[in-house]
């Protein structure tokens, strides 16, 4: 599986900005999609993440400011960032987990437990 983020930049405070995650080479639907951030110096950041049936989990940092979503036809997801913040500076990457049928269990918010990452997208805020 390949995944290929893109939609970053460099935009001020305040602004808005969707990232998207394409996949290929393997359908999406039975994977938990997750995005982390990385900025410089530290370690990966869970960010949130979607399963296949839709269910989100946002870290309390992003709460009422990033949405996520996936469009499994497209074999895509989306994060949209709005309001933000110079401390969402980092580099974004998508991730994918193999989701176990008949298993409920909560989105792993552990970068070691994905199984597929992209090379990640920049996200540049400034203040």
């Known amino acids: 599986v390949q995944l290929v983020e893109s939609g970053g930049g460099l935009v001020q405070a305040g602004a808005s900005l969707t990232l998207s995650c394409i996949a290929s080479g393997r359908t999406i639907d039975s994977y938990d999609l997750a995005w982390f951030r990385q900025a410089p110096g530290k370690e990966y950041s869970f960010v949130g993440g979607?399963?296949?049936?839709?269910?989100?989990s946002l870290t309390d940092d992003v709460k009422g400011r990033f949405t996520i979503s996936r469009d499994n036809a497209k074999n895509t997801a989306y994060l949209l960032m709005n309001s933000l913040k110079s401390e969402d500076t980092a580099v974004y990457h998508c991730?994918?987990?193999?989701?176990?049928?008949?298993?409920?269990?909560?989105?792993?918010?552990?970068?070691?437990?994905?199984?597929?990452w992209g090379r990640g997208t920049q996200v540049t805020v400034s203040s």
């Open positions: 979607i399963t296949p049936s839709g269910t989100t």
């Open positions: 991730a994918l987990k193999f989701r176990r049928r008949g298993y409920s269990y909560s989105l792993f918010n552990n970068w070691n437990e994905y199984d597929y």
